[in-house]
T-cell receptor, first 115, second 114 residues
Framework: DTGVSQDPRHKITKRGQNVTFRCDPISEHNRLYWYRQTLGQGPEFLTYFQNEAQLEKSRLLSDRFSAERPKGSFSTLEIQRTEQGDSAMYLC?????????????FGPGTRLTVL | AQSVTQLGSHVSVSEGALVLLRCNYSSSVPPYLFWYVQYPNQGLQLLLKYTSAATLVKGINGFEAEFKKSETSFHLTKPSAHMSDAAEYFCAVSDHPGTYKYIFGTGTRLKVLA
């Protein structure tokens, strides 16, 4: 069990550019979540996958955002035409339905800065 | 819909003093509640969770929390603060049944004074 990993840890980009983040969940976890955390706030839910199916998307996930989880393993989150308001920490978490309360395990996050 | 309120965005305590971080929840079903800690530029680490078993839950690093249904509260305590406890703490409720996504509070930053 190597934990949830995210890549890159930091990304600096210019407004209008596209960025893509990757999340590798714990191998036996079939549930995967993306959250966004802005400075001084708690994480906010973005989207949820069960295996390869994207089952819920937050209204925060505008049409510039897209997430995938091909083959139910790793997941990617892409932001097109980035805006300064997209600057945040993007957190990925995974869970296994058999755990009590569906406890989620978080990755270290990807910090995005849009200039 | 579930929600969480954390009272006090900043809490300062002296080293060795009691730590009390407040969390109140709203849920239409028996809740699953969690406390996570976040150190600077890191992800979230689970401290403890309540999943309708014992109302007094013990977690890691000497933290514990008591679920009080009558007060809709799940406050986090530690008898004696240590310098290493300085961090941001988040209370969360799970959206269940359903996706089990978390709804987080706005967090409480704990400062420990020497």
């Amino acid at each position: 069990d190597t934990g949830v990993s995210q890549d890159p840890r930091h990304k600096i980009t210019k407004r209008g550019q596209n960025v893509t983040f990757r999340c590798d969940p714990i191998s036996e976890h079939n549930r995967l979540y993306w959250y966004r955390q802005t400075l001084g706030q708690g994480p906010e839910f973005l989207t949820y996958f069960q295996n390869e199916a994207q089952l819920e998307k937050s209204r925060l996930l505008s049409d510039r955002f897209s997430a995938e989880r091909p083959k139910g393993s790793f997941s990617t989150l892409e932001i097109q035409r980035t805006e300064q308001g997209d600057s945040a920490m993007y957190l990925c978490a995974s869970s296994f339905p058999g755990t009590s309360g569906n406890e989620q395990f978080f990755g270290p996050g990807t910090r995005l800065t849009v200039l | 819909a579930q929600s969480v309120t954390q009272l006090g965005s900043h809490v300062s305590v002296s080293e060795g003093a009691l730590v009390l971080l407040r969390c109140n929840y709203s849920s239409s079903v028996p809740p699953y509640l969690f406390w996570y800690v976040q150190y600077p530029n890191q992800g979230l680490q689970l401290l403890l969770k309540y999943t309708s078993a014992a109302t007094l839950v013990k977690g890691i690093n000497g933290f514990e929390a008591e679920f009080k249904k009558s007060e809709t509260s799940f406050h986090l305590t530690k008898p004696s603060a240590h310098m290493s406890d300085a961090a941001e703490y988040f209370c969360a409720v799970s959206d269940h049944p359903g996706t089990y996504k978390y709804i987080f509070g706005t967090g409480t930053r704990l400062k420990v004074l020497a």
